[in-house]
Nanobody, 115 residues
Framework: QVQLVESGGDLVQPGGSLRLSCAAS????????MSWYRQTPGKGRELVAA???????NYADSMKGRFTISRDNAKNSVYLQMNSLQPEDTAVYFC?????????WGQGTQVTVSS
């Protein structure tokens, strides 16, 4: 069975950092593009960052310079390092895997940035 399990979400103060992890299983991880999305009740789901099977990264403009996506194919995992967090970063963060045929989603992990 395909599984994407996010972890690392927490309550942090503005300016703080978090590292999210996504552990994948049930598919050939190294052949999939991986991405992080986030969702709030008001905004819906938006792309945060993506890393291709070949290692090319892309970021939403508001995250560029603050967030870093990486992957470890040996561990079937993808990570999101988040720095300089602000209240507007508060959201449920989802891990996603996709190739030309399939798209998989995790259940999400809550990130709350508040004083």
């Amino acid at each position: 069975q395909v599984q994407l399990v996010e972890s690392g979400g927490d309550l942090v103060q503005p300016g703080g950092s978090l590292r999210l992890s996504c552990a994948a299983s049930g598919f050939t991880f190294r052949f999939f593009d991986m991405s992080w999305y986030r969702q709030t009740p008001g905004k819906g789901r938006e792309l945060v960052a993506a890393i291709s099977a070949g290692g090319t990264t892309n970021y939403a403009d508001s995250m560029k310079g603050r967030f870093t996506i990486s992957r470890d194919n040996a561990k079937n995992s993808v990570y999101l390092q988040m720095n300089s967090l602000q209240p507007e970063d508060t959201a449920v963060y989802f891990c996603s895997a996709r190739n030309i045929f399939n798209t998989y989603w995790g259940q999400g992990t809550q990130v709350t940035v508040s004083s």
